[in-house]
């Protein structure tokens, strides 16, 4: 089993009282990590569920009560520095480990000091994969992504090939960034890649962290034997009617292509961002 000490988990909190009580419920009874080790951060909740967290978890649970919300980056700034342990998991509150094997990370980043983070294969209730690791955005991929071309050949492919879906899940691999959730991340490699950039309110500030330990010479992967069950409610990708949620993600891509380019087709291999 993993030393409980060794990693701290961050749960960004925004109205989701009864996803963040079961996620904190569910790491406990797996007996995967210590309860001050868990360190949830209420984002100015306005429904009054930060207040209700107060009242409901263990009192040994970090509770975190922002006095602004400054988005998800934020949040996890706040949990990350409210720890000290060697390394850091971000979970989304609608994500839990489908078993208590948190250790296999742990061991493998131990055997792989090159390695500065490995996302959890995400899966959905049902089981089936969710495609959490992929490579860094083209032009391309992002109007396919928003289209229905996604479903036509040869656009399928191409979607297919952003979303890593052909690639073995036998082994760790090497990608160019993993979702923001059921991510764990060294925390001296975090410190060195500058944490969150705090500049996204939300999305892409995960491909933006990935890209940073990038150029600091570590290695991102994906860890297919250690997954993790994400009830995903997507607000961004599943609809093609034009909501907030798109204009968010659109204002939050064009500051990583400001950033590190955002080139018309993908190129082969790991993408070296600038």
């Given at each position: 089993m993993v030393d409980s000490a060794r990693v701290d988990i961050v749960?960004?909190?925004?109205?989701?009282?009864?996803?963040?009580?079961?996620?904190?419920?569910?790491?406990?009874?797996?007996?995967?990590?210590?309860?001050?080790?868990?360190?949830?951060?209420?984002?100015?909740?306005?429904?009054?569920?930060?207040?209700?967290?107060?009242?409901?978890?263990?009192?040994?649970?970090?509770?975190?009560?922002?006095?602004?919300?400054?988005?998800f980056g934020s949040g996890v700034n706040i949990g990350a520095r409210a720890g000290t342990a060697p390394y850091i998991l971000v979970l989304n509150p609608d994500c839990v480990p489908e078993t208590a094997n948190l250790h296999i990370a742990l061991t493998y980043l131990d055997a792989h000091p090159d390695v500065g983070l490995v996302g959890a294969e995400l899966i959905n209730p049902d089981g089936s994969l969710q495609y959490s690791a992929r490579t860094f955005y083209s032009a391309l991929d992002v109007a396919v992504r928003r289209s229905p071309l996604k479903r036509l050949f040869p656009f399928n492919r191409l979607n297919r090939s952003h979303l890593l879906m052909d690639h073995p899940r036998t082994a760790p691999f090497d990608v160019d960034w993993v979702m923001g959730t059921g991510l764990i991340v060294r925390r001296d490699v975090f410190e060195q890649a500058?944490?969150?950039?705090?500049?996204?309110?939300?999305?892409?500030?995960?491909?933006?962290?990935?890209?940073?330990?990038?150029?600091?010479?570590?290695?991102?992967?994906?860890?297919?034997?250690?997954?993790?069950?994400?009830?995903?409610?997507?607000?961004?990708?599943?609809?093609?009617?034009?909501?907030?949620?798109?204009?968010?993600?659109?204002?939050?891509?064009?500051?990583?292509?400001?950033?590190?380019?955002?080139?018309?087709?993908?190129?082969?291999?790991?993408?070296?961002?600038?």
């Open positions: 749960i960004v909190h925004y109205k989701t009282y009864d996803d963040t009580m079961k996620c904190v419920t569910r790491l406990l009874e797996q007996g995967q990590v210590r309860p001050q080790n868990i360190h949830v951060v209420d984002n100015l909740s306005p429904d009054g569920s930060g207040q209700r967290l107060k009242d409901s978890l263990p009192p040994d649970v970090d509770l975190i009560l922002s006095p602004t919300n400054g988005g500058g944490a969150m950039d705090e500049s996204y309110f939300l999305y892409m500030d995960d491909v933006d962290l990935c890209a940073r330990i990038h150029r600091h010479g570590y290695r991102v992967q994906l860890l297919p034997a250690v997954r993790f069950i994400h009830d995903h409610r997507r607000q961004s990708g599943g609809s093609l009617r034009w909501t907030r949620a798109h204009s968010m993600h659109l204002k939050s891509l064009k500051l990583f292509a400001k950033r590190y380019g955002l080139p018309l087709f993908q190129r082969p291999g790991i993408r070296k961002v600038r």
